[in-house]
């Protein structure tokens, strides 16, 4: 894991990609709460480091598009900057889950309808991608 970020926040979310229903919990596993993840633009975008001011620069390492916005309960006025959460797709909710997990750090806020669920992940098209097997990310 990265060091340089002020604090790095790992957290299980188990992803589902038809319905986008998703489990997290904190490293202490010791329990698990729904949650949505959404991804946006395409399959090939990088995303956007928008709101937590690192615009093009999260497409370079050390973030390599593996990014995510995040509702306001992550993003949390800001204070959610460069928090890690690591993502699992699991194949007993969807057949096209790779089951390998990744890392994506929060970079952006997600607004408007982000925010009609308790926790919201907008994840970029990239790091989306990644958690599906290979050949099916577009599906």
Not at 116 to 128: E, K, L, Q, T
Request: proline share 4%.
């Amino acid at each position: 894991m990265a060091t340089n970020f002020p604090q790095c926040l790992f957290l299980w979310i188990f992803v589902a990609f038809c319905s986008y229903l998703i489990r997290f919990s904190s490293c202490q596993q010791s329990g698990y709460s729904p949650a949505v993840a959404t991804f946006y633009e395409n399959s090939t975008s990088p995303g956007s480091g928008g709101a937590c001011g690192l615009e093009n620069d999260i497409a370079s390492a050390p973030y390599n598009a593996m990014i995510t916005a995040g509702n306001q309960a992550l993003f949390k006025q800001g204070s959610g900057c460069g928090a890690c959460y690591q993502v699992l797709c699991t194949q007993d909710q969807n057949s096209h889950c790779s089951g390998n997990s990744i890392t994506v750090t929060l970079t952006d806020e997600c607004p408007g309808a982000c925010n009609n669920d308790p926790v919201h992940f907008d994840i970029s098209g990239i790091a989306f991608g990644k958690l599906a097997k290979s050949g099916e990310a577009s599906l």
